[in-house]
């Protein structure tokens, strides 16, 4: 067994820390939060400057053709630096693995080349008002075939990215007469289209990608922009939902790092009844607490991230290592704030982002709870969620 990283990937993460000290101050950070609901136009080009966007696209389509242990590489240096950033480049990239898995040779030759660039950003449109855990149960959303293309209705809500995605891959009925499950297709919807609206609906953290309502009123699609097989799309898109869920608890430990960095620094630095109030036992206990959790998260990930580029199954894995992650950002932003005392609460230090930032991850994609009742089923359980 071997817990070590090749040469290549410590040159690659070393890389990534000395792009993200230099590009992604801690000042510049605070401005994007307070002012951003996407990255900036000048950080997206030196992101793509540095390959980020290809590292999981083939060579064949112009990307790096790199391993998910190699994006989890770059993507912890990213999201320690800055969550809100990483969610923003890793949504608009949800959509190479749709095409990667599910497109027809056209699509990953017309979309993969210009992903690997940086020069397309997509959104992923699952969930709709009725609710996102019971996304089945909630699923209005409808496209008709109409002979030389479909026409699609409905609507979506929080879907990240949407405001400046170039495509929304949208999940819709496609056979009302079917079990749910048999009956959904996905559709690559482009943006702008007329009849397709999104209005940013704003929150709490995670400023830089904003999320947003989504309506589709007789919105036209070409054929050729249906992904995978017609009224298969949710089996298909479930597959390629695992690897997401190896990059949101990445998303939570680079907050549970950057809490963890901040609460570790200020301690040595505040004094009380003499000396620095990193003396306290209890202090001392809270920042274990928070380095076991963030190990813990972090051997989760990259075994995941292995299993991946192994081609074995991980799917318990990866909703372990969504909870852990989420847990361990949950626990670095609440003690990290107790740690820096009234300073945690106030907006002059970056402790309050953090605490903002962590508590997306908790309920998005999956929540905690939903993602406990897949680890049960996976298990041989049987469902109980219906
Ligand atoms: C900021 C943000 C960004 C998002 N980005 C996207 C995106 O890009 N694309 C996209 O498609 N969606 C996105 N989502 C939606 C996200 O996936 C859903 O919010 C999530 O699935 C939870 O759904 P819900 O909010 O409707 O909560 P609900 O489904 O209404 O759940 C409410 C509560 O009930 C619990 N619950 C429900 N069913 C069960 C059960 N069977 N057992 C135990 N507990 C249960 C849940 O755990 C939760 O605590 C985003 C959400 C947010 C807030």
Not at 175 to 180: I, L, M, S, V
Not at 192 to 220: F, M, Q, S, W
Not at 326 to 345: D, V
């Amino acid at each position: 067994m071997d817990f070590d990283f090749t040469e290549e990937q410590e040159m690659l993460r070393n890389e990534m820390q000395r792009f993200c000290k230099k590009e992604l101050t801690r000042q510049y950070v605070r401005w994007i939060d307070e002012n951003c609901d996407f990255v900036p136009e000048e950080l997206w080009n030196k992101i793509k400057e540095i390959g980020y966007f290809g590292v999981n696209v083939p060579e064949e389509y112009g990307g790096q053709g790199l391993g998910t242990v190699d994006a989890m590489i770059m993507n912890e240096e990213l999201g320690t630096a800055s969550v809100a950033v990483l969610l923003g480049i890793g949504a608009t990239g949800l959509g190479s693995s749709v095409i990667l898995n599910l497109g027809t040779p056209e699509q990953k030759e017309k979309y993969l080349p210009k992903l690997a660039e940086g020069e397309l950003k997509f959104a992923l449109g699952l969930t709709e008002p009725g609710g996102g855990t019971d996304i089945l149960g909630a699923i209005q959303t409808k496209a008709v075939d109409e002979g030389d293309h479909w026409r699609l209705n409905g609507s979506k809500v929080f879907i990240t990215c949407a405001h400046v995605a170039d495509y929304i891959t949208t999940v819709a009925i496609t056979d009302p007469e079917a079990k749910r499950t048999k009956g959904l297709s996905v559709f690559l919807v482009p943006r702008p289209t007329e009849g397709l609206e999104t209005r940013l609906i704003p929150k709490l953290g995670c400023h830089a990608a904003g999320c947003n309502e989504v309506v589709y009123e007789d919105v036209r699609i070409p054929k050729e922009n249906l992904v995978g097989t017609l009224h298969n799309g949710w089996y298909e898109l479930l597959d390629t939902l695992n690897p997401e869920r190896i990059g949101t608890a990445m998303l939570s430990l680079g907050v549970a790092k950057a809490a963890f960095r901040d609460a570790f620094e200020y301690a040595q630095e505040r004094h009380a009844f003499g000396g620095p109030i990193a003396r306290f036992q209890s202090l001392q206990h809270y920042l274990a607490d928070i380095a076991i959790e963030i190990e813990n998260a972090t051997n989760l990930i990259y075994k995941c991230a292995w299993l991946c580029d192994q081609g074995k199954p991980y799917h318990i894995e990866a909703c372990m290592a969504k909870i852990v992650a989420a847990r361990a950002s949950e626990k670095a932003a609440i003690w990290g704030m107790e740690i820096l005392g009234g300073w945690g609460y106030a907006m002059e230090y970056d402790m309050q982002r953090h605490f903002r930032d962590y508590k997306q991850m908790v309920f998005s994609p999956i929540s905690d709870e939903m993602a406990k009742n897949m680890i049960m089923q996976f298990m041989g359980y049987p469902k109980s969620w219906s």
